[in-house]
């Protein structure tokens, strides 16, 4: 199923820079008008699977199949990152975007100090990386 969401879409010097009215914590940038649409659909998508992960993380335990911690440490992931050779492209307001430079692809990671392991597991992905122990 896929939703649509509004984008409001504004140049900034060279930049492009796009905003959700739906989906306030999203943003996205771009050298070109759809880099930036891209960028904040991923965005989107990120913090749609946030709020998922945080409404499963607060859920009684036992509630679902995945008993246990379904949170990892930012920081944690981001090491994992840089140790497969992944590295900081550029800072968004709510964002990092991280790219390996193997394959070129781009993956916004949110600035939250923990991450769900879900998340952890489908950035890992897109960027071409093992999934780190533990998620």
């Given amino acids: 199923m896929r939703n649509r969401y509004s984008a409001i879409v504004q140049r900034d010097g060279k930049w492009f820079v796009a905003f959700c009215s739906?989906?306030?914590e999203a943003n996205g940038q771009g050298k070109t008008r759809e880099e930036c649409l891209q960028n904040l659909a991923a965005a989107i998508e990120l913090v749609l699977d946030y709020r998922r992960e945080q409404g499963a993380a607060h859920a009684p335990r036992g509630?679902?199949?995945?008993?246990g911690p379904r949170l990892m440490k930012r920081r944690d992931l981001l090491r994992h990152l840089a140790a497969y050779r992944c590295r900081l492209d550029r800072e968004g307001s709510a964002h990092s975007l991280w790219k390996n430079p193997e394959?070129?692809?781009?993956?916004?990671?949110?600035?939250h100090a923990e991450i769900g392991k879900h998340l952890a597991r489908k950035i890992c992905r897109r960027l071409s990386v093992p999934e780190p122990r533990g998620a």
Avoid: K, Q, S
């Fill in 63 to 67: 509630a679902g199949a995945n008993v």
């Fill in 103 to 111: 394959t070129g692809v781009l993956e916004a990671i949110p600035r």
């Fill in 22 to 24: 739906e989906v306030p």
